[in-house]
């Protein structure tokens, strides 16, 4: 099942959940349900709070990669040593514009790995690090598109060498590839469209860096270094 639509199909079908049913349950309209049902829809923002609803993996049914199986309550998590949970936040990092109130704040799932598995992805990153976000617009396209995944390291919150980063800057949330270029850091788009500008020591207290993306994930993982 490589398609959303597919997956969320026999999900409701396989639960006997109704899309109204699943409308009312995060609150939406049917139709907004219909258009994700239709294909219409590729990349619901509410994709979450409907794997919520429906007890299944947010990154399965968005991707159709490992199980359907829903994300562990924190008490099973707490009671299974061997899985790594990886908090799912509640904001998203804008590859546009920016996007305000841009604090790392809420968890509102948690995504399990088994520790071998947790060790391939992300090497001898530290687990207690590693969060899951949202990307917001196309500016870093075709790196990741809206409505990906990116997972992030917090505990790199200086600018470490040339890669994809998450900061912030006059108060907006921002995923960017930086580029240091003399005394200046250089904030490219991987998007054609958006052009480079530059973070210079003048400016600099109005930027902060939050994480490194280390991977987004779509249909496919991607290693940003």
Request: overall charge negative.
């Amino acid at each position: 099942m490589n398609d959303l639509s597919v997956r969320l199909r026999k999900t409701l079908n396989d639960k006997s959940i109704t899309q109204e049913e699943l409308a009312n349950m995060i609150n939406v309209s049917q139709n907004a349900i219909s258009l994700i049902i239709n294909g219409k829809t590729k990349k619901p923002r509410n994709l979450f709070e409907i794997a919520q609803a429906l007890g299944v993996d947010p990154v399965w049914l968005k991707t159709g990669e490992g199980s359907p199986q829903a994300v562990k309550s924190d008490q099973e998590f707490a009671d299974d040593e061997n899985v790594i949970r990886v908090p799912v936040l509640d904001v998203s990092a804008s590859a546009g514009f920016g996007i305000e109130n841009c604090d790392f704040v809420e968890n509102i799932s948690y995504i399990g790995y088994a520790d071998e598995h947790f060790t391939q992805y992300f090497n001898r990153a530290n687990a207690d690090n590693i969060r899951l976000i949202n990307v917001s617009g196309d500016s870093m396209a075709p790196s990741f598109e809206s409505g990906d995944l990116i997972f992030v390291d917090t505990s790199i919150n200086t600018f470490i060498g040339d890669g994809v980063y998450v900061f912030t800057f006059n108060g907006q949330l921002l995923v960017k590839r930086l580029q240091f270029m003399g005394k200046e850091l250089l904030v490219i788009s991987d998007n054609d469209y958006y052009k480079p500008w530059s973070i210079s020591m003048e400016n600099e207290e109005s930027f902060r860096i939050r994480a490194k993306v280390l991977y987004s994930q779509s249909q496919t993982m991607k290693k940003f270094g």
